[in-house]
């Protein structure tokens, strides 16, 4: 996982941003947050097994219709299996270790 460091690459309301194998972080002062960096080393891990190019398809495709179902931009994008998985497990440092292939599908 490469970090950089770059406040206006980083989307307004968001800490950081994950493109692989890069995590855009907002400030110096989020590199400090072993969540935030548990979260984004865990959607890079989801790109991965996704050839990343499907992950963010699926992303996509998976944010309309959970935005049209709900009809609430922030309650869609919590809603994501990929966020799911990484907000469920940012807290956990060991997560990774255990994590099996594609464990994102049982949080869909
Ligand atoms: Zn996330």
Redesign the pocket.
Known sequence: MKVIVAKYLTPVGFR?I?LFPFVIIRSKEALLDPHLLT??R??IHQQRELLVVFFYVWYILEFLIRWLLLRDRKAAYRALS??RE??TNENDPHYLKRRSLYSFLSYF
């Open positions: 950081a994950t979260h984004e865990i959607h990929f966020e990484a907000y």
